[in-house]
């Protein structure tokens, strides 16, 4: 099983640019899926972008298209989510996730796909 933990959330303004990093731990990280999700106060967590385990193929929610990018260093056992343009509903709780890919990227957005996570960091985008 792969141990996820995440870090660079913070308070930023409407407009900026934060990028969150998730380190992975387990010797089978590089044949996960790995995605990234996001709860809102009194909201579901809600699917943000999810990448292949070569990191060839992303997937991203329509809310985020265009201004969040995806990516992972493998020889690092790292995942980065690169976020533009923010907007205060971007304001949630951020998680890592990750799985052992077995079908198509799309296959691996929603939740019950993923079967490890991490402890989640904040982000609060001001208006």
């Known amino acids: 099983q792969v141990q996820l933990v995440e870090s660079g959330g913070g308070l930023v303004q409407a407009g900026d640019s934060l990028t969150l990093s998730c380190a992975a731990s387990g010797r089978t990280y590089s044949q996960y899926v790995m995605g990234w999700f996001r709860q809102a106060p009194g909201k579901e967590r809600e699917f943000v972008a999810s990448l292949t385990s070569s990191g060839g193929s992303t997937n991203y929610a329509a809310s985020v298209k265009g201004r969040f990018t995806i990516s992972r260093d493998n020889a690092k056992n790292m995942v980065y989510l690169q976020m533009n343009s923010l907007k205060p509903e971007d304001t949630a709780v951020y998680y890592c996730?990750?799985?052992?890919?077995?079908?198509?990227?799309?296959?691996?957005?929603?939740?019950?796909?993923?079967?490890?996570w991490g402890q989640g960091t904040q982000v609060t985008v001001s208006s």
């Open positions: 996730a990750g799985v052992p890919q077995y079908y198509s990227l799309t296959y691996y957005s929603s939740m019950p796909r993923y079967s490890a």
